[in-house]
């Protein structure tokens, strides 16, 4: 199943996108307290397509793929390099990545994204797949300047956590396999970042297990699972786009900040 969160008139829903990407079954419901088709269905065209989760918690994971490792000239890490964004930076397709007035270097970074489907905690990698709901394409854009001012005192916020700095989407597939799916990034239609997520140096189960060791993952939670080679700059102007084989296109414009 492919699940949408959309708009219909101003009122949201859930719903399943259905094979062709025209039309989407409505569902009554959430997917963390239960769906029910109403028999009622949209045409894509009439709807507003949302993030695919509304104020979720978001999880990051840095240098998870050894081709960025090696394009920040860092070493692996001994312990996962875990980070969170705030709920307000999310962001859905087509929505604007709003480049701050005093940005100097935004980068943008395509990452698979999984969806936790309920409460977890103290779970086993072997365990994981129980508390996936889905998985969704996440961009994790960052303020290179910031973060690297905030890294050098131990801290990781602003850097990562601006308002638009999360875009998710466009669909939560439930049925996905991710550990061998291809991730391509564009920036204005030429592709610059693309690899597999067999290259993970830390697979999903391992990055959910680590993190329910030491917290309760709630359903919505989002974990974006890091980035490989081939981050680089946004500017006003561009349209980045996450492609997630069996998931979708995420496609989000690049605007200036307007004070």
């Known amino acids: 199943m492919r699940i949408v969160r959309y708009a219909v008139g101003g009122v949201r829903h859930y719903g399943e996108l259905e094979t062709g990407d025209t039309r989407i079954a409505r569902f009554e419901g959430d997917p963390f307290t239960g769906l029910s088709p109403t028999g009622s269905v949209d045409e894509i065209g009439d709807v507003v397509i949302l993030a695919p989760l509304e104020r979720p918690r978001i999880f990051g994971f840095a240098y998870n793929y050894a081709s ?13 390099v875990c980070f969170m964004k705030p709920s307000t930076a999310a962001i859905g397709p087509d929505d604007a990545i709003v480049y701050p007035s005093d940005g100097e270097l935004i980068h943008f970074e395509g990452e698979l994204v999984v ?47 601006q308002d638009t700095f999360a875009p998710l989407g466009p669909v939560i597939a439930t049925e996905l396999d991710p550990s061998a799916v291809s991730l391509t990034t564009r920036v204005n239609g030429a592709d610059a970042q ?12 391992d990055l959910v297990s680590y993190l329910s060791r030491y917290l309760t993952l709630l359903p919505g939670d989002a974990i974006m699972t890091g980035t490989p080679a081939g981050v680089g700059p946004i500017r006003p102007g561009d349209v980045i786009e996450v492609e997630i084989e069996g998931i979708g296109v995420l496609r989000n414009p690049v605007v200036a900040e307007s004070l």
């Open 194 to 205: 693309s690899a597999s997520t067999s290259d993970l140096l830390l697979a999903v189960p």
């Open 115 to 161: 969806v936790i489907g309920k409460e977890a905690r103290h779970v086993k990698p072997s365990e994981a797949f129980e508390y996936i709901l889905g998985y969704t394409c996440g961009n994790d854009v960052s303020d290179r300047i910031i973060q690297r001012r905030e890294s050098a005192f131990g801290t990781l916020l602003i850097g990562k956590g």
């Open 68 to 80: 960025h490792i090696g394009e920040t000239d860092r070493e692996v890490p001994e312990v996962p």
